[in-house]
T-cell receptor
């Protein structure tokens, strides 16, 4: 089976840094992705880690440790518009199944 | 990037009826994916639609309930048949970017079954 665990909710202050963790148990693993979804919107791709280490894209960074089956998304200089749900997703080598999604973390940025 | 449109954007349907959701992509793609997302929940893959072959359904989803068509490389439909209130959800279609890292999602169809 496949399972991904991430916190259900996180609250952080505007301008601060927040880290959203994701642990996974999957049969096979290609890489870990992160998606952002605003209320009423479609999920949009943020980052992908296929190898261990840190990937940085502007204010967002994502980290992967394959040996620990663990990754995180780091959001810096938080802005109100970052309030959204964030999903980690694992690419697995299983037929046509592209991604297995976590349950999502709802981030609320407060003033 | 791929631009994906879906019709309808939302609908309210009566129990026992069926609704067909259309998904149009602005480029040719091999695989199209249909997901369901219940309010406040994660995305669950319903099926993968390949042009020219039968769709591949995930565990818990069957063709009689969710028939899919894929007549060409830019279009697909998902039908939700014999609907019940438990089918109330957002239905999203999705495609992979070349290279298979990123997925693009349509805006979703918000379905409410009374």
């Amino acid at each position: 089976g496949q399972s991904l665990e991430q916190p259900s909710e996180v609250t952080a202050v505007e301008g601060a840094i927040v880290q959203i963790n994701c642990t996974y148990q999957t049969s096979g693993f290609y890489g870990l992705s992160w998606y952002q979804q605003h209320d009423g919107g479609a999920p949009t791709f943020l980052s992908y880690n296929g190898l261990d280490g840190l990937e940085e894209t502007g204010r967002f960074s994502s980290f992967l440790s394959r040996s620990d089956s663990y990754g995180y998304l780091l959001l810096q200089e938080l802005q109100m518009k970052d309030s959204a749900s964030y999903f980690c997703a694992v690419r697995v080598p299983q037929g046509n199944t592209p991604l297995v999604f976590g349950k999502g973390t709802r981030l609320s940025v407060i003033a | 990037s791929a631009v994906i449109s879906q019709k309808p954007s939302r609908d309210i349907c009566q129990r026992g009826t069926s609704l067909t959701i259309q998904c149009q992509v602005d480029s040719q793609v091999t695989m199209m994916f249909w997901y369901r997302q219940q309010p406040g929940q994660s995305l669950t893959l319903i099926a993968t639609a390949n042009q020219g072959s039968e769709a591949t359904y995930e565990s818990g989803f069957v063709i009689d309930k969710f028939p899919i068509s894929r007549p060409n490389l830019t279009f697909s439909t998902l039908t939700v048949s014999n609907m019940s209130p438990e089918d109330s959800s957002i239905y999203l279609c999705s495609v992979e970017a070349p290279g298979g890292i990123e997925q693009f999602f349509g805006p979703g169809t918000r379905l409410t079954v009374l």
